[in-house]
């Protein structure tokens, strides 16, 4: 109750059309409304067409300005909205068994304060009731994807590595906030497959 009183009382505009929000928490009815999870067969991600990634769209208007708010603008909360959007177009006949994020690299997690695909990962994973697992890690720094284009692939090989006993059994749920090129993704498939990894299906906020 206190929550929701400081909420009212508190402006705090929608990151995804700048009116107030008012009790809501994380983006307003209007733009909630705009976050539709769709099943994709075509992406890097895969040589032929099949069902495999889960997106809320292209990389823009209310998804863009709500991936950059919570990317870069301290807004956490907006990881319950987005995630519980992703959790509800996740097929029932993927039968995923755990989430894993796409993790940052440590020296870029202590500049930022947290991973948001941790963050999404988190709220995947709790409805649909599986656990997270930080199951990979960096093995070195990379440069941001949005800024290699052509050149990614090559810099991404290598640069994930599953933990030791970390890799769950069954069916993976890969999460990041954006894929852009691939290949970060490609990569982190790469690390879970050569692991062990039985099937990995990915879900992103927007591409």
Known sequence: MLAGLWRTLLPRACPGCGAQLGQQVGLCRACR?????RVESYSPLRPHPEPHLVTLGRYRGVGRRAVRALKFGGARELAG???GALAAGIPVNWDISAVIPVPLHPSRQ???????AELLAREVAR??????VDALGRTRATRQQARQHAAGRNEMAGAFAVSPGRLPPGSLLLIDDVMT???TLLACQDALYAAGAAEIYVAVIAR
Not at 110 to 116: A, C, E, I, L, T
Request: charged share 15%; net charge neutral; hydrophobic share 30%.
């Open 127 to 132: 409805c649909l009731d599986v656990p997270s």
């Open 81 to 83: 909205v987005l995630g």
């Open 181 to 183: 090129s691939g290949n």
């Open 110 to 116: 202590r500049q930022r304060g947290y991973n948001q």
């Open 33 to 37: 409304a705009e976050l539709h999870a």
